[in-house]
């Protein structure tokens, strides 16, 4: 099946500490897995992505690894700031027959303590 | 800004009722997909299309269609609308050559009373 599971559900954490999310894949045929930041009534953006070519990336404070083999990805977050709070969305690209969707994970809320 | 607009920002109506949702992709893409974003389901694809052409289906009610025009735009229908049809409704597009980078639109609200 297609499925994108993503934990934790909420994260609160210190300004100043780091912060990571953790998702998982079941569709072994995925090769791009981006992460959205969503503030509150707006549109999810895209902060980081990477390809299965590749097993980390970063930019910035913002780091995204993946482990093909476990059909898992992680986004770690350094040096976290008050602007940092947001949900957090992990997603897998999924082809169809003709197409392609992202696969969304259920969000992390992430709070960061000032 | 990601370059995806989408209109209107806010809609409001009644049970039973049809509205027209409104995006208009990047300049220079040629892809576009629509989500649903509710507090219990999260992000949702609905369908794709792909420079007129339907590419991709979700898990879309029969009651919304959507097409994509000429000029790229695109628009979905929702009809016979149902409480549950609340929701944010997001459009993305995306260049063909990179495959899976979608841009957000800035949603409509769509509230069903």
């Known amino acids: 099946g297609e499925n994108v599971e993503q934990h934790p559900s909420t994260l609160s954490v210190q300004e100043g500490d780091s912060a990571v999310i953790k998702c998982t894949y079941s569709?072994?045929?995925?090769?791009?897995f981006p992460w959205y930041k969503q503030e509150l009534g707006k549109r999810p953006q895209l902060i980081i992505d990477?390809?299965?070519?590749?097993g980390e990336k970063k930019d910035q404070r913002i780091a995204v690894t993946l482990n093909k083999t476990a059909k898992h990805f992680s986004l770690h977050i350094t040096e976290t700031q008050p602007e940092d709070s947001a949900v957090y969305f992990c997603?897998?690209?999924?082809?169809?027959?003709?197409?392609?969707?992202?696969?969304f994970g259920a969000g992390t809320i992430l709070r960061v303590k000032s | 800004d990601s370059g995806v607009t989408q209109t209107p920002k806010h809609l409001i109506t009644a049970t039973g009722q049809r509205v027209t949702l409104r995006c208009s992709p990047r300049?220079?893409?040629?892809?576009v997909y629509w989500y649903q974003q509710s507090l219990d389901q999260g992000l949702q694809f609905l369908i794709q299309?792909?420079?007129?052409?339907?590419?991709a289906k979700g898990n879309i009610l029969e009651r919304f269609s959507a097409q994509q025009f000429p000029d790229l735009h695109s628009e979905l229908n929702l009809s016979s609308l149902e409480l549950g049809d609340s929701a944010l409704y997001f459009c993305?597009?995306?260049?063909?050559?990179?495959?899976?980078?979608?841009?957000f639109g800035p949603g409509t609200r769509l509230t069903v009373l």
């Open positions: 990477i390809r299965s070519n590749v």
């Open positions: 997603a897998a690209l999924m082809y169809m027959e003709y197409g392609n969707k992202l696969v």
């Open positions: 569709d072994s045929a995925s090769n791009y």
């Open positions: 993305a597009s995306s260049v063909a050559t990179e495959a899976g980078v979608q841009f």
């Open positions: 299309y792909y420079n007129g052409e339907e590419r």
């Open positions: 300049s220079g893409d040629l892809s």
